[in-house]
């Protein structure tokens, strides 16, 4: 497994995609991942609720970092998402696992739930471990 810590640290200080959408990794563990996200109209589509690419992105964060948590560098392969209720209050969080694994993907699931504990969508990830990448 990577430094939990190491991990979470380098997805929350990147300058990439989590950090320019306000998504900030809050606790890893092996194989497993959350992530929280402040909602605000520059997160809102036009109907006021919490964009889809913005719950996409968050599950995607969270299923990249929880099979990264095994010690390999991933990309998604595939993912299927199931927007079930607006995504609205003051926080997203979104919580993920490994559920299988090989020598060369990883399955995911995760769920973002709202400030009252409602399931917002749900989703699946196929994440490949990247050649190189070992032991990162």
Same mark, same amino acid.
């Given at each position: 497994?990577?430094?939990?810590?190491?991990?979470?640290?380098?997805?929350?200080?990147?300058?990439?995609?989590?950090?320019?959408? %306000?998504?900030?990794? @809050?606790?890893? &563990?092996? $194989?497993?991942? /959350?992530?929280? *996200? =402040?909602?605000?109209?520059?997160?809102?589509?036009?109907?006021?609720?919490?964009?889809?690419?913005?719950?996409?992105?968050?599950?995607?964060?969270?299923? %990249?970092?929880?099979? @990264?948590?095994? &010690?390999? $560098?991933?990309? /998604?392969?595939? *993912? =299927?998402?199931?927007?079930?209720?607006?995504?609205?209050?003051?926080?997203?969080?979104?919580?993920?696992?490994?559920?299988?694994?090989?020598?060369?993907?990883?399955?995911?699931?995760?769920?973002?739930?709202?400030?009252?504990?409602?399931?917002?969508?749900?989703?699946?990830?196929?994440?490949?471990?990247?050649?190189?990448?070992?032991?990162?």
């Amino acid at each position: 497994m990577v430094d939990a810590q190491w991990l979470k640290d380098r997805v929350n200080r990147q300058e990439g995609f989590p950090l320019h959408n %306000g998504i900030t990794v @809050t606790e890893v &563990g092996e $194989g497993h991942c /959350t992530c929280v *996200a =402040d909602l605000a109209p520059d997160k809102y589509n036009p109907h006021g609720i919490a964009h889809g690419g913005l719950l996409f992105a968050m599950c995607d964060t969270v299923a %990249g970092t929880a099979a @990264t948590s095994l &010690g390999r $560098g991933v990309v /998604t392969r595939s *993912a =299927d998402i199931h927007f079930l209720r607006p995504g609205t209050g003051r926080r997203l969080t979104a919580e993920g696992r490994v559920t299988d694994h090989g020598r060369s993907h990883a399955f995911c699931t995760v769920e973002v739930h709202n400030d009252d504990g409602a399931l917002v969508c749900s989703s699946t990830f196929e994440m490949v471990f990247l050649e190189g990448e070992e032991n990162i």
